[in-house]
Protein backbone atom coordinates (compact mmCIF):
# COMPACT_ATOMS: atom_id res chain seq x y z
CA UNK A 1 0.00 0.00 0.00
CA UNK A 2 1.22 3.52 0.44
CA UNK A 3 -0.42 6.79 1.72
CA UNK A 4 -0.27 10.40 0.76
CA UNK A 5 -0.48 13.74 2.13
CA UNK A 6 -1.07 17.39 0.68
CA UNK A 7 -1.60 20.98 1.65
CA UNK A 8 -2.36 24.79 0.36
CA UNK A 9 -2.10 27.28 2.60
CA UNK A 10 -2.32 31.22 2.99
CA UNK A 11 0.79 30.88 4.71
CA UNK A 12 3.56 28.23 5.46
CA UNK A 13 2.50 24.96 5.93
CA UNK A 14 5.82 22.34 6.49
CA UNK A 15 4.70 21.71 9.25
CA UNK A 16 1.23 20.24 8.08
CA UNK A 17 2.82 18.33 5.34
CA UNK A 18 5.31 16.56 7.54
CA UNK A 19 3.27 15.47 10.19
CA UNK A 20 -0.10 14.80 7.83
CA UNK A 21 2.58 12.67 5.99
CA UNK A 22 3.54 11.15 8.82
CA UNK A 23 0.02 9.61 10.14
CA UNK A 24 0.29 7.19 7.19
CA UNK A 25 3.51 5.85 8.43
CA UNK A 26 1.31 2.54 9.64
CA UNK A 27 1.12 1.21 6.18
CA UNK A 28 4.10 -0.21 6.64
CA UNK A 29 6.04 0.86 3.31
CA UNK A 30 9.64 1.70 2.69
CA UNK A 31 10.01 4.76 1.48
CA UNK A 32 9.46 8.48 2.31
CA UNK A 33 9.37 11.56 0.17
CA UNK A 34 8.51 15.65 0.61
CA UNK A 35 8.30 18.15 -2.47
CA UNK A 36 7.48 21.79 -1.43
CA UNK A 37 6.85 25.06 -3.66
CA UNK A 38 9.00 27.65 -2.16
CA UNK A 39 7.60 31.21 -2.76
CA UNK A 40 9.82 31.07 -5.66
CA UNK A 41 7.50 28.82 -7.46
CA UNK A 42 11.19 26.61 -6.99
CA UNK A 43 10.11 22.28 -6.08
CA UNK A 44 12.39 21.29 -3.23
CA UNK A 45 12.28 17.35 -3.01
CA UNK A 46 13.48 15.19 -0.55
CA UNK A 47 13.20 11.03 -0.42
CA UNK A 48 14.34 8.86 2.49
CA UNK A 49 14.28 4.45 3.07
CA UNK A 50 12.01 4.36 6.21
CA UNK A 51 12.30 0.68 6.24
CA UNK A 52 13.40 0.33 9.75
CA UNK A 53 13.14 4.01 10.88
CA UNK A 54 9.92 6.10 10.90
CA UNK A 55 9.56 8.86 8.35
CA UNK A 56 9.73 11.34 10.81
CA UNK A 57 13.16 10.61 12.29
CA UNK A 58 14.23 10.55 8.99
CA UNK A 59 13.08 14.04 8.18
CA UNK A 60 13.53 16.08 11.51
CA UNK A 61 17.19 17.30 10.74
CA UNK A 62 15.95 18.01 7.29
CA UNK A 63 12.55 19.81 8.15
CA UNK A 64 14.25 23.15 8.12
CA UNK A 65 15.36 22.92 4.59
CA UNK A 66 12.00 23.48 3.56
CA UNK A 67 9.42 26.61 3.29
CA UNK A 68 6.34 27.09 1.69
CA UNK A 69 2.66 27.46 1.21
CA UNK A 70 2.07 24.62 -0.73
CA UNK A 71 3.56 20.64 -0.65
CA UNK A 72 3.04 17.13 -0.98
CA UNK A 73 4.08 14.16 0.92
CA UNK A 74 3.90 10.27 1.04
CA UNK A 75 4.65 7.00 2.13
CA UNK A 76 5.54 5.14 -0.67
CA UNK A 77 5.93 1.16 -1.57
CA UNK A 78 9.03 0.66 -2.83
CA UNK A 79 9.87 3.38 -5.38
CA UNK A 80 10.99 6.47 -4.54
CA UNK A 81 8.40 9.56 -4.49
CA UNK A 82 6.94 12.44 -4.95
CA UNK A 83 9.08 12.60 -8.41
CA UNK A 84 9.86 16.31 -9.85
CA UNK A 85 9.31 16.39 -13.67
CA UNK A 86 10.17 18.81 -16.24
CA UNK A 87 8.01 18.23 -19.33
CA UNK A 88 5.67 20.22 -22.26
CA UNK A 89 3.20 20.91 -19.31
CA UNK A 90 5.99 22.99 -16.66
CA UNK A 91 7.59 21.80 -13.83
CA UNK A 92 6.10 19.56 -11.30
CA UNK A 93 5.94 16.89 -8.40
CA UNK A 94 3.94 13.96 -8.43
CA UNK A 95 2.67 10.91 -5.85
CA UNK A 96 1.16 8.18 -6.63
CA UNK A 97 -0.91 5.24 -4.96
CA UNK A 98 -2.27 2.16 -6.58
CA UNK A 99 -0.93 -0.49 -9.08
CA UNK A 100 -0.51 -0.64 -12.70
CA UNK A 101 -0.42 -4.24 -13.82
CA UNK A 102 0.16 -2.94 -17.10
CA UNK A 103 3.38 -0.86 -16.22
CA UNK A 104 5.70 -2.60 -18.54
CA UNK A 105 3.06 -2.68 -21.50
CA UNK A 106 2.50 1.11 -21.16
CA UNK A 107 6.32 1.62 -20.85
CA UNK A 108 6.97 -0.27 -23.84
CA UNK A 109 4.38 2.36 -25.81
CA UNK A 110 6.29 5.29 -24.36
CA UNK A 111 9.39 3.73 -26.17
CA UNK A 112 7.70 3.17 -28.87
CA UNK A 113 6.21 6.96 -29.22
CA UNK A 114 10.02 8.11 -29.18
CA UNK A 115 10.60 7.78 -25.73
CA UNK A 116 14.59 7.27 -24.83
CA UNK A 117 14.72 6.30 -21.28
CA UNK A 118 12.67 6.07 -18.04
CA UNK A 119 15.37 7.18 -15.30
CA UNK A 120 13.84 6.03 -11.62
CA UNK A 121 14.52 2.28 -12.12
CA UNK A 122 14.02 0.13 -8.85
CA UNK A 123 15.60 -3.23 -9.05
CA UNK A 124 15.01 -3.29 -12.40
CA UNK A 125 11.51 -2.78 -12.43
CA UNK A 126 9.98 0.68 -13.68
CA UNK A 127 9.06 3.08 -11.57
CA UNK A 128 5.31 3.54 -11.82
CA UNK A 129 5.01 6.99 -10.87
CA UNK A 130 7.58 8.12 -13.86
CA UNK A 131 5.17 5.92 -16.04
CA UNK A 132 2.17 7.50 -14.71
CA UNK A 133 4.17 11.06 -15.50
CA UNK A 134 4.67 10.48 -19.16
CA UNK A 135 0.79 9.47 -19.70
CA UNK A 136 0.01 12.71 -18.38
CA UNK A 137 2.44 14.53 -20.04
CA UNK A 138 0.88 12.98 -23.57
CA UNK A 139 -1.74 15.76 -23.08
CA UNK A 140 -2.03 19.41 -23.64
CA UNK A 141 -3.01 20.05 -19.95
CA UNK A 142 -2.30 18.30 -16.73
CA UNK A 143 -6.42 17.66 -15.83
CA UNK A 144 -6.44 15.87 -19.40
CA UNK A 145 -3.21 14.04 -18.84
CA UNK A 146 -4.51 12.88 -15.67
CA UNK A 147 -7.94 11.65 -17.13
CA UNK A 148 -5.76 10.06 -20.07
CA UNK A 149 -3.65 8.29 -17.57
CA UNK A 150 -6.74 6.82 -15.44
CA UNK A 151 -8.31 4.95 -19.03
CA UNK A 152 -4.53 3.69 -19.75
CA UNK A 153 -3.94 2.27 -16.19
CA UNK A 154 -5.16 -1.14 -15.81
CA UNK A 155 -5.34 -1.27 -11.89
CA UNK A 156 -5.47 1.55 -9.59
CA UNK A 157 -3.76 4.91 -9.06
CA UNK A 158 -4.38 7.68 -7.27
CA UNK A 159 -2.48 10.87 -7.79
CA UNK A 160 -0.91 13.93 -6.09
CA UNK A 161 0.33 16.77 -8.31
CA UNK A 162 2.47 19.78 -7.01
CA UNK A 163 2.93 22.94 -9.20
CA UNK A 164 2.95 26.66 -8.95
CA UNK A 165 1.78 26.85 -6.04
CA UNK A 166 -1.11 24.61 -5.85
CA UNK A 167 -2.33 20.89 -5.87
CA UNK A 168 -4.20 18.81 -8.10
CA UNK A 169 -5.91 15.67 -6.92
CA UNK A 170 -7.21 12.37 -8.09
CA UNK A 171 -9.15 9.58 -6.81
CA UNK A 172 -8.16 6.43 -9.04
CA UNK A 173 -11.02 5.29 -11.85
CA UNK A 174 -13.05 2.89 -9.40
CA UNK A 175 -12.01 4.66 -6.13
CA UNK A 176 -10.66 1.65 -4.32
CA UNK A 177 -8.54 4.09 -2.17
CA UNK A 178 -10.05 7.11 -0.44
CA UNK A 179 -8.84 10.50 -1.08
CA UNK A 180 -10.14 13.73 1.58
CA UNK A 181 -10.44 17.01 1.42
CA UNK A 182 -9.98 18.70 4.57
CA UNK A 183 -10.72 23.01 5.30
CA UNK A 184 -9.08 25.11 7.74
CA UNK A 185 -9.18 29.19 7.69
CA UNK A 186 -6.12 29.33 5.79
CA UNK A 187 -6.00 26.50 3.55
CA UNK A 188 -7.11 22.93 2.44
CA UNK A 189 -5.34 19.70 3.00
CA UNK A 190 -6.06 16.44 0.77
CA UNK A 191 -5.00 13.25 2.59
CA UNK A 192 -5.81 9.57 2.06
CA UNK A 193 -6.22 8.82 5.88
CA UNK A 194 -8.59 11.44 7.80
CA UNK A 195 -6.98 10.35 10.69
CA UNK A 196 -4.44 13.24 9.61
CA UNK A 197 -6.79 16.02 10.30
CA UNK A 198 -8.20 16.65 13.54
CA UNK A 199 -4.93 17.36 15.40
CA UNK A 200 -3.57 19.35 12.40
CA UNK A 201 -6.54 21.32 12.53
CA UNK A 202 -8.68 20.70 9.73
CA UNK A 203 -12.35 19.49 9.73
CA UNK A 204 -12.94 17.17 7.06
CA UNK A 205 -14.57 18.98 3.64
CA UNK A 206 -16.14 15.95 1.46
CA UNK A 207 -14.37 13.05 -0.25
CA UNK A 208 -14.00 12.69 -3.81
CA UNK A 209 -15.37 10.13 -5.92
CA UNK A 210 -14.18 7.55 -7.99
CA UNK A 211 -12.39 8.95 -10.52
CA UNK A 212 -12.83 12.64 -9.76
CA UNK A 213 -10.28 15.65 -10.03
CA UNK A 214 -9.90 18.88 -8.23
CA UNK A 215 -7.94 21.43 -8.12
CA UNK A 216 -6.92 23.38 -4.84
CA UNK A 217 -5.34 26.26 -3.67
CA UNK A 218 -5.36 28.01 -0.51
CA UNK A 219 -8.78 30.17 -1.08
CA UNK A 220 -10.86 27.15 -2.99
CA UNK A 221 -11.60 23.82 -4.09
CA UNK A 222 -12.55 23.11 -7.88
CA UNK A 223 -13.98 20.01 -9.21
CA UNK A 224 -12.24 19.41 -12.69
CA UNK A 225 -13.94 15.88 -13.65
CA UNK A 226 -17.03 15.36 -11.62
CA UNK A 227 -17.04 11.58 -10.55
CA UNK A 228 -17.82 8.32 -12.22
CA UNK A 229 -20.81 6.10 -11.41
CA UNK A 230 -18.81 3.07 -10.00
CA UNK A 231 -17.37 2.96 -7.28
CA UNK A 232 -15.55 0.01 -5.58
CA UNK A 233 -13.33 0.70 -2.57
CA UNK A 234 -11.04 -1.62 -0.68
CA UNK A 235 -12.79 -3.27 2.11
CA UNK A 236 -9.85 -4.03 3.97
CA UNK A 237 -9.58 -0.82 4.91
CA UNK A 238 -12.35 -1.34 7.34
CA UNK A 239 -11.38 -4.33 8.23
CA UNK A 240 -7.47 -4.59 8.57
CA UNK A 241 -5.36 -2.03 6.95
CA UNK A 242 -7.41 1.62 7.05
CA UNK A 243 -6.04 3.57 10.66
CA UNK A 244 -8.66 3.14 13.77
CA UNK A 245 -9.45 6.65 13.96
CA UNK A 246 -10.20 7.68 10.43
CA UNK A 247 -13.78 7.77 8.19
CA UNK A 248 -14.03 6.55 4.55
CA UNK A 249 -17.50 7.26 2.95
CA UNK A 250 -18.49 8.70 5.79
CA UNK A 251 -18.00 5.12 7.84
CA UNK A 252 -15.19 5.16 11.01
CA UNK A 253 -12.97 2.24 10.76
CA UNK A 254 -12.69 1.46 14.41
CA UNK A 255 -16.64 1.33 15.26
CA UNK A 256 -16.88 -1.11 11.66
CA UNK A 257 -14.60 -3.46 13.19
CA UNK A 258 -16.85 -3.53 16.48
CA UNK A 259 -19.72 -4.29 14.78
CA UNK A 260 -18.13 -6.79 13.05
CA UNK A 261 -16.94 -8.69 15.91
CA UNK A 262 -20.03 -8.32 17.58
CA UNK A 263 -21.72 -9.67 14.41
CA UNK A 264 -19.25 -12.71 14.66
CA UNK A 265 -20.42 -13.45 18.23
CA UNK A 266 -23.97 -13.56 17.75
CA UNK A 267 -23.51 -16.75 15.46
CA UNK A 268 -21.18 -18.53 17.71
CA UNK A 269 -21.67 -20.97 20.23
CA UNK A 270 -18.05 -22.21 21.41
CA UNK A 271 -17.52 -22.27 25.09
CA UNK A 272 -14.54 -20.05 25.98
CA UNK A 273 -12.82 -18.38 29.26
CA UNK A 274 -11.50 -15.27 27.55
CA UNK A 275 -11.34 -13.16 24.41
CA UNK A 276 -8.55 -11.75 22.75
CA UNK A 277 -7.41 -9.62 19.51
CA UNK A 278 -4.32 -10.10 17.57
CA UNK A 279 -2.59 -6.98 17.49
CA UNK A 280 -3.41 -4.33 16.32
CA UNK A 281 -6.01 -4.57 13.24
CA UNK A 282 -7.83 -7.96 15.23
CA UNK A 283 -7.82 -6.38 18.61
CA UNK A 284 -11.12 -3.87 17.70
CA UNK A 285 -12.91 -6.84 16.06
CA UNK A 286 -12.21 -8.90 19.52
CA UNK A 287 -13.39 -5.78 21.72
CA UNK A 288 -16.56 -5.68 19.79
CA UNK A 289 -16.66 -10.10 19.84
CA UNK A 290 -16.39 -9.75 23.69
CA UNK A 291 -18.87 -6.77 24.22
CA UNK A 292 -21.35 -9.23 22.33
CA UNK A 293 -20.83 -12.24 24.13
CA UNK A 294 -20.36 -10.78 27.66
CA UNK A 295 -16.59 -12.77 27.99
CA UNK A 296 -13.92 -10.43 29.27
CA UNK A 297 -11.40 -9.29 26.78
CA UNK A 298 -8.11 -10.31 27.91
CA UNK A 299 -4.58 -9.49 26.86
CA UNK A 300 -3.07 -13.09 26.64
CA UNK A 301 0.30 -11.28 24.55
CA UNK A 302 1.33 -7.90 24.18
CA UNK A 303 3.14 -6.29 21.43
CA UNK A 304 6.44 -4.75 21.66
CA UNK A 305 6.46 -1.51 19.72
CA UNK A 306 9.31 0.59 20.49
CA UNK A 307 11.62 -0.98 17.92
CA UNK A 308 9.86 -4.18 16.35
CA UNK A 309 8.58 -2.80 12.68
CA UNK A 310 5.57 -3.94 11.78
CA UNK A 311 6.49 -7.99 10.56
CA UNK A 312 4.98 -7.57 6.25
CA UNK A 313 7.47 -5.01 5.99
CA UNK A 314 10.90 -7.18 5.44
CA UNK A 315 10.90 -8.63 2.36
CA UNK A 316 12.05 -11.66 3.14
CA UNK A 317 9.56 -14.12 4.40
CA UNK A 318 11.81 -15.63 7.10
CA UNK A 319 13.01 -12.50 8.65
CA UNK A 320 9.05 -11.38 8.36
CA UNK A 321 8.57 -14.45 10.56
CA UNK A 322 11.48 -13.88 13.00
CA UNK A 323 9.77 -10.18 13.53
CA UNK A 324 6.15 -11.59 14.04
CA UNK A 325 7.50 -14.14 16.65
CA UNK A 326 9.93 -11.03 18.55
CA UNK A 327 7.33 -8.48 18.67
CA UNK A 328 5.00 -10.23 20.70
CA UNK A 329 5.40 -11.58 24.32
CA UNK A 330 3.35 -13.69 25.99
CA UNK A 331 1.37 -13.08 29.63
CA UNK A 332 1.08 -16.51 31.46
CA UNK A 333 -1.36 -15.92 33.67
CA UNK A 334 -3.83 -15.39 31.13
CA UNK A 335 -2.75 -18.32 28.92
CA UNK A 336 -2.04 -21.26 30.90
CA UNK A 337 -5.28 -23.43 31.51
CA UNK A 338 -7.51 -20.95 29.80
CA UNK A 339 -9.54 -21.39 26.53
CA UNK A 340 -8.86 -18.65 24.35
CA UNK A 341 -10.40 -17.61 21.25
CA UNK A 342 -8.94 -15.20 19.17
CA UNK A 343 -9.87 -12.68 16.73
CA UNK A 344 -7.76 -11.58 13.93
CA UNK A 345 -8.55 -9.39 10.83
CA UNK A 346 -7.74 -12.10 8.31
CA UNK A 347 -5.71 -15.03 7.78
CA UNK A 348 -3.00 -14.79 4.70
CA UNK A 349 -0.61 -16.54 4.59
CA UNK A 350 -0.86 -18.05 7.66
CA UNK A 351 2.64 -19.15 8.86
CA UNK A 352 2.58 -16.63 11.41
CA UNK A 353 -0.73 -17.90 13.27
CA UNK A 354 0.44 -21.22 12.55
CA UNK A 355 3.76 -19.94 14.94
CA UNK A 356 1.19 -18.12 17.76
CA UNK A 357 -0.94 -21.51 18.14
CA UNK A 358 2.10 -23.62 18.97
CA UNK A 359 3.35 -20.71 21.07
CA UNK A 360 0.16 -20.22 23.00
CA UNK A 361 -0.39 -24.24 22.99
CA UNK A 362 3.06 -24.43 24.44
CA UNK A 363 2.56 -21.70 27.29
CA UNK A 364 -0.19 -24.08 28.71
CA UNK A 365 -3.45 -22.72 26.78
CA UNK A 366 -6.28 -25.41 26.79
CA UNK A 367 -7.50 -24.04 23.83
CA UNK A 368 -6.84 -21.84 21.07
CA UNK A 369 -9.80 -21.01 18.68
CA UNK A 370 -9.69 -18.42 15.96
CA UNK A 371 -12.49 -15.91 14.28
CA UNK A 372 -11.63 -14.32 11.19
CA UNK A 373 -12.96 -10.87 10.40
CA UNK A 374 -13.06 -11.79 6.66
CA UNK A 375 -14.08 -14.72 4.54
CA UNK A 376 -10.97 -16.70 3.45
CA UNK A 377 -8.74 -15.14 1.07
CA UNK A 378 -8.41 -17.18 -2.54
CA UNK A 379 -7.77 -14.14 -5.05
CA UNK A 380 -4.39 -12.04 -5.11
CA UNK A 381 -5.39 -8.28 -5.05
CA UNK A 382 -5.17 -6.97 -8.25
CA UNK A 383 -5.77 -2.97 -7.27
CA UNK A 384 -3.39 -2.23 -4.66
CA UNK A 385 -0.10 -3.72 -2.59
CA UNK A 386 -1.36 -4.15 0.56
CA UNK A 387 0.09 -8.20 0.20
CA UNK A 388 3.38 -9.01 -0.43
CA UNK A 389 2.47 -12.37 -1.58
CA UNK A 390 4.30 -13.44 -4.68
CA UNK A 391 2.01 -15.92 -5.45
CA UNK A 392 -1.87 -16.94 -4.74
CA UNK A 393 -0.48 -20.75 -3.35
CA UNK A 394 1.01 -18.43 -0.73
CA UNK A 395 -2.47 -17.92 0.42
CA UNK A 396 -3.54 -20.37 3.57
CA UNK A 397 -6.74 -21.25 1.87
CA UNK A 398 -5.73 -21.69 -1.64
CA UNK A 399 -2.79 -24.12 -0.50
CA UNK A 400 -6.17 -25.81 1.16
CA UNK A 401 -8.26 -26.22 -1.49
CA UNK A 402 -4.96 -27.54 -4.00
CA UNK A 403 -4.65 -30.10 -1.14
CA UNK A 404 -7.94 -31.20 -1.39
CA UNK A 405 -8.16 -31.16 -4.98
CA UNK A 406 -4.71 -32.43 -5.48
CA UNK A 407 -4.24 -30.00 -8.45
CA UNK A 408 -1.90 -27.00 -9.15
CA UNK A 409 -3.89 -25.10 -11.38
CA UNK A 410 -7.63 -24.68 -11.29
CA UNK A 411 -10.39 -22.44 -12.69
CA UNK A 412 -12.04 -19.54 -11.05
CA UNK A 413 -15.25 -21.42 -10.95
CA UNK A 414 -13.45 -24.32 -9.59
CA UNK A 415 -11.82 -22.16 -6.61
CA UNK A 416 -15.47 -20.14 -5.95
CA UNK A 417 -17.15 -23.47 -5.55
CA UNK A 418 -14.80 -23.40 -2.31
CA UNK A 419 -16.24 -19.68 -1.29
CA UNK A 420 -19.73 -20.16 -0.70
CA UNK A 421 -20.73 -19.90 2.58
CA UNK A 422 -21.55 -22.92 4.34
CA UNK A 423 -21.75 -25.40 1.38
CA UNK A 424 -19.30 -28.77 1.94
CA UNK A 425 -16.70 -27.66 0.00
CA UNK A 426 -16.97 -24.77 2.33
CA UNK A 427 -16.68 -26.42 5.30
CA UNK A 428 -13.65 -29.14 4.11
CA UNK A 429 -11.66 -26.15 3.17
CA UNK A 430 -12.03 -24.56 6.53
CA UNK A 431 -11.26 -27.78 8.35
CA UNK A 432 -8.33 -28.05 6.34
CA UNK A 433 -7.18 -24.80 7.24
CA UNK A 434 -8.07 -25.34 11.01
CA UNK A 435 -5.90 -28.47 10.67
CA UNK A 436 -2.95 -27.50 9.32
CA UNK A 437 -2.93 -24.82 12.00
CA UNK A 438 -3.50 -26.68 14.95
CA UNK A 439 -6.22 -24.72 15.89
CA UNK A 440 -9.18 -26.45 18.43
CA UNK A 441 -11.81 -24.66 16.20
CA UNK A 442 -12.26 -21.61 13.43
CA UNK A 443 -14.50 -19.93 11.95
CA UNK A 444 -14.50 -16.69 8.79
CA UNK A 445 -16.87 -14.17 9.08
CA UNK A 446 -19.63 -14.50 6.64
CA UNK A 447 -19.18 -12.07 3.42
CA UNK A 448 -22.62 -10.55 3.52
CA UNK A 449 -21.92 -9.85 7.59
CA UNK A 450 -18.99 -8.10 7.10
CA UNK A 451 -20.17 -5.76 4.66
CA UNK A 452 -23.56 -5.47 6.87
CA UNK A 453 -20.86 -4.28 9.26
CA UNK A 454 -18.98 -1.41 7.29
CA UNK A 455 -22.01 -0.39 6.60
CA UNK A 456 -22.49 0.91 2.61
CA UNK A 457 -24.05 -0.65 -0.49
CA UNK A 458 -22.44 -3.84 -1.86
CA UNK A 459 -21.77 -2.41 -4.63
CA UNK A 460 -19.42 0.12 -3.89
CA UNK A 461 -17.10 -2.20 -2.09
CA UNK A 462 -14.39 -4.33 -3.54
CA UNK A 463 -14.70 -8.13 -3.07
CA UNK A 464 -12.61 -9.40 -5.47
CA UNK A 465 -10.43 -11.48 -3.05
CA UNK A 466 -13.09 -13.12 -1.70
CA UNK A 467 -15.05 -13.60 -4.92
CA UNK A 468 -12.44 -12.96 -7.78
CA UNK A 469 -15.41 -10.59 -9.66
CA UNK A 470 -15.01 -7.17 -10.19
CA UNK A 471 -16.54 -4.13 -12.28
CA UNK A 472 -16.59 -6.12 -15.43
CA UNK A 473 -17.47 -9.29 -14.18
CA UNK A 474 -20.51 -9.50 -11.79
Not at 132 to 150: F, H, P, W
Not at 153 to 158: F, P, T
Not at 213 to 229: C, F, H, L, M, T
Request: with cysteine; charged share 25%; aromatic share 10%.
Amino acid sequence: MGGFFGAVSKNDCIGDIFYGTDYHSHLGTQRGGMAVCNDNGRIIRRIHDITNSPFRSKFDDEIDLFHGKAGIGIISDLEDQPLTIYSNLGSYAIATVGRLNNLDELAKKAFSRGMSHFSEMNHGEFNPTEVVATLINEKDSIVDGIKYAQEQIDGSCSILILTNGRIYAARDRYGRTPVIIGEKEDGFAVTMESTAFPNLGYSLKYELGPGEIVEIDSDKVVQKKAPGDTCKICAFLWVYYGYPSSIYEGVNAECARNRNGASMANDDDVEIDSVCGIPDSGIPHAVGYSNAKHKPYERSFVKYTPTWARSFMPQNQKMREFVAHMKLIPIQEKIEGKRLLFCDDSIVRGTQLKDTVKFLLARGAKEVHMRSACPPLVFGCKFLNFSRSRSELDLAARRAIQRLTGKDELTDEEIREYTIFGSEKYKVMVEEIRRELNLSSLKFQELDKLIAAIGIEKEKICTFCWTGKDVEEK
